[in-house]
């Protein structure tokens, strides 16, 4: 792509990595030198918070605000209730109401460390689609908008067919999804002059879509832009480790746990990642991520640091540090370590070590906890765990005690009061 950028905010995109498609790049850079665009990615509520595969979007939405125009976070109150299937291999489990706006309450907390929602004219605005989704009548809606939408077209889309390929049933309900994607964009034109979609590369079909319609409807000019998605450099989805979800919400990844994540960053992806998630200068990012050997580990340092800050403050990204280097140089015990606290209805008569592996989320299994046991993969106060068979009784934890899953993974277990 040769396009030279006249906004900011293009700039940012295209020199930080974030750009993968735009729907017309010259026409969305006029927009943005002109006055302030408002923005939007929705967010469907599957649960009580996103984790680090979002945080591209994230990130997304807070350069365009720090370069002037104005954010929209909305969440897919409605649209939550059919499911995306794009690139599914199957139906995304029904949520009810209830559910959805738990999920809803839960995801909120993590945008208001990104963006600023004031009332500014590049104050970020919170929306939630079933504000008009919900109060659709049906029959109006096929008339009005249906008939705008070319069913040989949605088949087309790589999204549906790679899952019609592989003869993978595709629900009607799903099928609508993408017309009530592009329903969005349209509203949120009329309501609130929304210019632009983002979204990650699979969302370009639904992107397309919202601006056809608003263009056959209101004859209005929007855009679309979308990110690469994202995968690290062996080939794994950004979002997942060893343990599940990076999720983005404290009480569902501890700081300390979130800190580890971003420290054990591939050597070949720190640069890019410190580009994408970081505001630090980017040839700082490009010196950082030209160290090597020993040195790299620094630059994964002030990655997980600068990532953290952003997500869960200073403070917990300086605990996290702090906890890290007295667990790996020290071999000490950090206050900031994942806790299991065992009661002593919890221990009974004894409480095997495999058991107390998989409750403290070092081990997925008893038979992860016996291959790990086996093949010196566990510690225990830092010396070697190789009885699968040791019973922990409230004597043993008279003390806390450190258990270690390989070099980078470590639990507290202790008695609770």
């Known amino acids: 792509m040769t396009y030279h950028p006249k906004s900011d905010f293009m700039h940012v995109m295209m ?10 790049y010259q026409g969305l850079d006029e927009a943005l030198t002109k006055g302030v665009v408002p923005g939007y990615i929705g967010f469907d509520a599957t649960a009580k918070s996103l984790h680090v595969g979002s945080l591209i979007q994230i990130m997304m939405l807070r350069w365009l605000q720090k370069t002037g125009h104005k954010p929209i976070t909305l969440m897919g109150g409605g ?36 963006v600023s929602y004031d009332d500014s004219p590049t104050g970020a605005l ?51 999804y993408m017309i009530l994607q592009a329903y969005d964009f349209l509203e949120l034109n009329r309501r609130y002059g929304c210019l ?81 998630y970081t505001e630090l200068p980017l040839d700082e990012c490009a010196r950082l991520g030209a160290l090597e050997g020993s040195e790299i580990n620094q630059a994964k340092i002030v990655l997980a640091n600068e990532v953290t800050a952003l997500c869960h403050g200073a403070e917990a ?53 016996k291959r790990l046991i086996a093949e010196n993969g566990a510690r225990i106060d830092d010396a070697p765990l190789t009885d699968a068979g040791l019973m922990l009784d409230a004597g043993a934890l008279s003390s806390p005690i450190k258990l270690s899953a390989g070099k980078k993974r470590h639990a507290l277990v202790k008695l609770a009061n």
């Open 317 to 369: 990204a300086a605990a996290a540090e702090a906890t890290a280097r007295e667990v790996f140089e020290k071999g000490g015990v950090g206050d900031d370590l994942p806790t299991l606290e065992l009661t002593a209805a919890d221990l009974g008569d004894g409480l095997s070590i495999v058991q107390v592996l998989v409750k403290s989320g070092l081990a997925k299994s008893g038979k992860d906890a």
């Open 79 to 114: 649209t939550t209730k059919v499911g995306d299937p794009s690139f599914r291999a199957d139906e995304r489990p029904l949520l009810t109401p209830a559910q959805i706006d738990d999920n809803i309450a839960g995801i909120k907390q993590v945008f208001a460390k990104y």
């Open 196 to 276: 632009l979609q983002m979204g990650g590369s699979d969302q370009w079909g639904n992107i397309v879509n919202g601006i056809d319609l608003t263009r056959r409807v209101l004859d209005n000019e929007i855009f679309g832009l979308t990110s690469p998605l994202l995968t690290t450099s062996d080939g794994k989805k950004m979002g997942k480790s060893q343990d599940g979800a990076v999720w983005l919400n404290a009480d569902m990844r501890a700081p300390y746990e979130f800190w580890q994540f971003w420290r054990n960053t591939t050597d070949a992806d720190v640069g890019r990642f410190l580009k994408l």
């Open 126 to 176: 919170m929306l939630n689609n079933a504000e008009w989704l919900d109060t659709l009548n049906y029959l109006d809606f096929l008339r009005d908008i249906g008939r705008h939408f070319s069913v040989n077209r949605m088949l087309s889309f790589e999204s549906v067919k790679s899952r019609l390929d592989r003869e993978q049933s595709l629900s009607f309900l799903e099928f609508n």
């Open 15 to 24: 020199e930080r990595g974030f750009l993968a498609d735009c729907t017309d």
